[in-house]
């Protein structure tokens, strides 16, 4: 399985980014998919997550309304819409698959067996 994150780069507060994470090595309409992030000296924490078929999605509460999930099975990428960016927004983004297919939306770390590599955001102020 690999998972490439991509889209990463420096914006001032207040601006927009498109995360896009393509995988393979999966059958990724049937997996759920997750996006983490990790800042410096911190733990890394959920941001969003989105069931198979895109019906479903949940977020973490310091991103919701300003951050979009999505996913196009079709081309096996999950997007992050990130708008409103703000400086504690700054973090390495990555995407996620749990280890095995499911309807559900995992919200920890450990429930992510396939991680891509990051891509780094930093919002100046």
């Known amino acids: 399985v690999q998972l490439q994150a991509f889209g990463g780069g420096l914006v001032q507060a207040g601006g927009s980014l498109r995360l896009s994470c393509a995988a393979s090595?999966?059958?990724?309409?049937?997996?759920?998919m997750g996006w983490f992030r990790q800042a410096p000296g911190k733990e890394r924490e959920f941001v969003s997550g989105?069931?198979?078929?895109?019906?479903?999605?949940s977020y973490a509460d310091s991103v919701k309304g300003r951050f979009t999930i999505s996913r196009d099975n079709a081309k096996n990428t999950l997007y992050l819409q990130m708008n409103s960016l703000k400086p504690e927004d700054t973090a390495v983004y990555y995407c996620?698959?749990?280890?095995?297919?499911?309807?559900?939306?995992?919200?920890?770390?450990?429930?992510?067996?396939?991680w891509g590599q990051g891509t780094l955001v930093t919002v100046s102020s």
């Open positions: 989105i069931s198979w078929g895109g019906g479903r999605t």
């Open positions: 090595g999966l059958t990724f309409s049937r997996y759920s």
């Open positions: 996620a698959a749990p280890g095995s297919p499911g309807l559900a939306i995992p919200r920890t770390p450990y429930d992510y067996v396939y």
